[in-house]
């Protein structure tokens, strides 16, 4: 009996990130810090968390975007350094920067498309807001994306999907379930960015279990928030972390406030880990039914138009609660055998003033 009770001790350990017993609840910690930073006189704030700050330091700002739209706040006091050229990348392509308050900004060349880039001149003493941002983001129309999930050991090709997203102008954005990487290590964050310079448009992502259950739950440094929440012409968007197979109170409290202020529009839920399993036989769902219902329940009052799941390396339509349902797991991890279905991505057609939408799938050979 006692070596029974040592290996559930040790497997306890090498279940949950770092040995930690707050794998959840520490992410969603991470993601209260993400946006804020402060260096030679000036402090940043970015609205809701959106894109990872991932340098500031003598005249340089570095941000990650994580959404289209992104509006920054800026504190500057008397002793500060007033020039600073700022680089924003996953941004949309013709994303524009505007400024409100004390402070001008020129643009500056760039060889990437998702990367953006400004000279600043702020003035002491002062504040300042900028907006960057597509010059639609606000107008409510219709507009396709991408979704693509568990890359996983499938980095090697990756390039297959981002030439095959890149013929296709109509796709605005990717959004992801997550299990970008392997193993979760610096590494492979670093080699997944440099790929994605590639990508003729940004990549929007939550966190799978391969990113944060196996390395060392830095996913955080480096594309910024496991969850989150954005607007874009006139659409919702939610991604939020389900690694662990639950999701944790901290994000719960975010949702319920995601979901109300999106009440009325057409809205998309992106989160790992499928509540329910839908065919029963792989197990891939969350660690608690009862927890499965109050989610499914959950985004049933709050009228989720739609909802995306990873994890199960296929594709499953199906409906959960009479909201539409898609399993995909198709970005290169091992396939599920004898389903008929390699790598794919899903493109989907949203019309926010119908309030309707058309997902496709699309195989890559």
């Known amino acids: 009996m006692k070596y029974l009770i040592i290996f559930l001790q040790i497997s306890s350990l090498l279940l949950t990130p770092g040995g930690c017993s707050d794998g959840p609840g520490q992410r969603a910690r991470f993601d209260r810090e993400i946006g804020l930073a402060s260096d030679s006189g000036v402090e940043i ?29 800026f504190e500057v006091d008397d002793t500060a350094v007033l020039e600073w050229e700022l680089t924003a990348r996953n941004a949309t392509a013709d994303s524009v920067l505007t400024v409100t308050g004390d402070a001008t900004a020129l643009v500056l060349p760039s060889g990437v498309a998702t990367e953006k880039r400004w000279r600043l001149q702020l003035a002491p003493n002062s504040a300042a807001t900028m907006r960057i941002a597509p010059p639609d983001a606000d107008t409510v129309g219709p507009f396709r994306i991408a979704h693509l999930s568990d890359i996983q050991e499938g980095m090697e090709k990756i390039q297959d999907f981002f030439t095959r997203i890149n013929t296709d102008p109509s796709i605005r954005f990717v959004v992801s379930a997550g299990d970008i990487t392997d193993n979760g290590g610096a590494v492979e964050y670093d080699r997944f960015r440099r790929e994605l310079t590639t990508l003729r448009v940004p990549f929007y992502s939550t966190c799978g279990n391969h990113d944060v259950s196996i390395g060392d739950m830095i996913w955080h440094l480096h594309l910024g928030r496991h969850s989150l929440h954005f607007a874009f012409k006139g ?15 901290f994000v719960y409290a975010w949702l319920d406030a995601w979901l109300a202020a999106a009440r009325d529009r057409w809205h998309l839920f992106v989160t790992h880990i499928p509540p329910v399993d839908p065919t029963g036989v792989r197990n891939g769902s969350f660690s608690s039914r ?13 009228a989720v138009d739609l909802a995306i799941y990873g994890h ?47 997902v496709r799938v699309v195989k890559i050979h």
């Open 290 to 302: 009862r927890e499965a219902a109050k989610l499914i329940a959950k985004l049933i009052d709050g």
């Open 235 to 249: 659409a919702a968007f939610t991604l939020a972390d389900s690694a662990n197979s639950t999701i944790d109170p």
């Open 45 to 73: 704030v970015v609205r809701d968390g959106n894109a990872l700050v991932d340098s500031m330091e003598n005249g340089r700002l570095d941000l990650w975007f994580s959404a289209p739209v992104q509006e920054l706040s």
């Open 312 to 358: 199960i390396h296929t594709h499953i339509a199906y409906e959960n609660g009479g909201i539409e349902s898609h399993i995909s797991g198709g970005g290169g991890g091992w396939p599920m055998r004898w389903d008929g279905l390699d790598r794919h991505f899903l493109t989907i057609d949203i019309d926010p003033a119908a309030q309707t939408h058309e």
